[in-house]
């Protein structure tokens, strides 16, 4: 999960960006994490030490107590720990998806009634999605997202 952060938030310290994108991201997929398990990892050591705190800034503290009803401990890794994650912050257009992913990807798709009916719908109607390489797309504030089929949503939110 990425996003653009607004002008107010590039003034945050990298502590409350950190904090910021916990609280994003569970708010986001609150309907499918609320009520399991979670381990937060994180290169940000502030992060773990300072939401155990009593004392919080506002802000912190009102995202402090967003998270209190989600069951999750973080822990700490090293940068050098780490470093593979930076992946998940570079633009789209900078990554590939894999052979095999996109594969798994089309014959997903080709398989779900839905998404067959709405690719065959797209040929003669404009609409908010489009198909881009044989795959499914819906395009949301200019940025063309993948359709991920329901089959492969818990895979994915696994990985």
């Not at 938030?9 to 609320?34: C, G, I």
């Not at 398990?37 to 992060?47: H, Q």
């Amino acid at each position: 999960m990425s996003k653009k952060t607004s002008d107010h938030e590039r003034k945050y310290t990298s502590f409350e960006l950190e904090v910021l994108a916990v609280f994003e991201a569970l708010k986001k997929f609150r309907m499918y994490v609320l009520g399991t398990s979670l381990k937060i990892i994180t290169d940000c050591e502030a992060l773990v030490k300072t939401l155990s705190k009593k004392e919080l800034n506002p802000r912190i503290a009102r995202w402090a107590l967003y998270l209190q009803e989600f069951n999750y401990t973080i822990e700490h890794r090293t940068d050098s720990k780490t470093a593979h994650v930076d992946a998940l912050s570079r633009p789209p257009h900078c990554m590939l998806i894999q052979n095999s992913i996109y594969l798994q990807f089309l014959k997903t798709q080709q398989a779900n009634d839905q998404i067959t009916a709405i690719k065959t719908l797209l040929e003669t109607t404009p609409h908010k999605n489009i198909v881009k390489n044989r795959l499914l797309y819906k395009t949301i504030k200019g940025t063309d997202l993948l359709v991920v089929p329901d089959e492969m949503q818990a895979n994915i939110i696994k990985t």
